[in-house]
């Protein structure tokens, strides 16, 4: 298989990642699995279909042994052992990564999905940082002189890296002329330039697995890892991985999950702004009892969001893995200071709930919320790592439970219609101009906002909602307004180059798949085609 990198400009030190030993270990890779995956994306479709002529998703009957059965994963790691606390964010440019490990968080969730645009540069760059934070250089100096170095005095985040989900492509590598599984990318030459060294380190290429619909992709994933540590000469079990639970077919298969990938698992995610992307992706077309309300007003104390936390806590834990909470997406901001403390208290609130309800630890955006979680963490575990121990035996979660999406409660408002059209647009333009990671109304927010957002919107068109603030119904040509002037509010708060060159394109893009008859299954495809 011939596989050609096509770089659109030329990037600083690519060439100590791009190694011609680097591209054909990806090349193995696709040759390998590349047609399961493909074959794994047109399933999606399949299942998408044969819910949207049923309304209904269930628990596998086909794998109910797996769900009865009386197995565990692999012990965790000693590396892996303390998770209370996760940073979050991209791998590039390297400030950010060198202040993500020096955040004093015991992991950090080193992002090339959701928190990153996949510019082939900063693929590159993210790669390469990775590989010079397993080996102890990674350092930055910025224009003004400032120095950005590894502390030396207190331990450095446990690195657990994300690469982008199943259906992503990666356009500046080709395989037989045809764009590469993003995915296998990043997981290629991550594994490739860092395995071996973070084995040395006391640690271990460690993955957080995103998007997956079903424990076949899960199988899939298991597949590479066992070729990949078999090919480049690494222990079986120095993998492991952590799976995001943020779609809703994979929370109906959370026990197959674990287990497909059970000698390289580590834990599952409750990932909520996706899960509830997902909800509305999957049930888009199936009437009024799945149109969520306004998306700032569904708390993770609503019934259904609760039998979704609850199910994957007691599957965790029950299979001797762990149970990762939720993103605390807080930003302080020094110039409202009231609002920033009220926004951190509602972060010890989730954070509080997440530790009661038997979560091992939970995620956080910025670093200035470590502290704040550790400190929730501290007063449930105690000199415990975790709470495996915490076994959940009286929660018994149902299919219809799950999917009581009307127990959310709420309305549907003009008010959040205006909201999501700004927020879509605002990410898109961010996103687009080549950063992933955006901060918006004093929160730190990634894809799955955006994708939340116009969904929503989509699916307030296509079901004709009526808005309880003003009474109107929900029309293409309200939409068209709305987006106008959320569109027009953005122009003011952004310099004219940037408005021209990323604003209005992004606008167009949410205008076209928000309008459009036909649902797009990611924001993030088409609006690949801009960057």
Sequence with gaps: MAITVTDPKPIERAEEILTPEALAFVAELHERFAGTRSDLLAARVAKREQVARTGRLDFLPETQDVRDGDWKVAPAPAALQDRRVEMTGPASPAKMAINALNSGAKVWLADLEDASTPTWANVVDAILNLRDAARGTLAFTSPEGKEYRLRTDAPLAVVVARPRGWHMSERNVLLDGEPAVGALVDFGLHFFHTAKQLLENGHGPYYYLPKMESHLEARLWNDVFVFAQDRLGVAQGSVRATMLIETI?????????????????????????????????????????????????????????????????????????????????????????????????????????????????????????????????????????????????????TADQLLDIASAGGTVTEAGMHLNLYVAVAYTAVWISGSGAVAIHNLMEDAATAEISRSQVWQQIRNKSILADTGNTVTRELVTQILAEETERLRSEVDAEAFTKFYEPASRLIADICLSEDYTDFLTTPAYELV
Aim: charged share 30%.
């Design 249 to 397: 077919p994979a929370a109906f298969e959370m026990d197959e999950i674990l287990y497909e990938l059970r000698d390289h698992a580590a834990g599952l995610n409750a990932g909520r702004w996706d899960y509830l992307f997902s909800i509305v992706k999957y049930f888009r077309d199936a009437g009024e009892s799945f149109i969520l309300p306004d998306r700032a007003t569904v708390s993770m104390t609503s019934p259904f969001m609760r039998a979704y936390t609850e199910l994957l806590v007691k599957t965790c834990h029950k299979r001797g893995a762990f149970a990762m909470g939720g993103m605390a997406a807080v930003i302080p901001n020094r110039r409202e200071p009231e609002v920033t403390a009220q926004a951190f208290e509602k972060v010890r609130a989730d954070k509080t709930r997440e530790a009661n309800d038997g979560f091992d630890g939970s995620w956080v955006a910025h670093p200035d919320l470590v502290s704040t979680c550790v400190e929730v963490f501290d007063a449930v575990l105690g000199d415990r790592p975790n709470q495996l121990d915490k076994q959940r035996p009286e929660v018994s979660v």
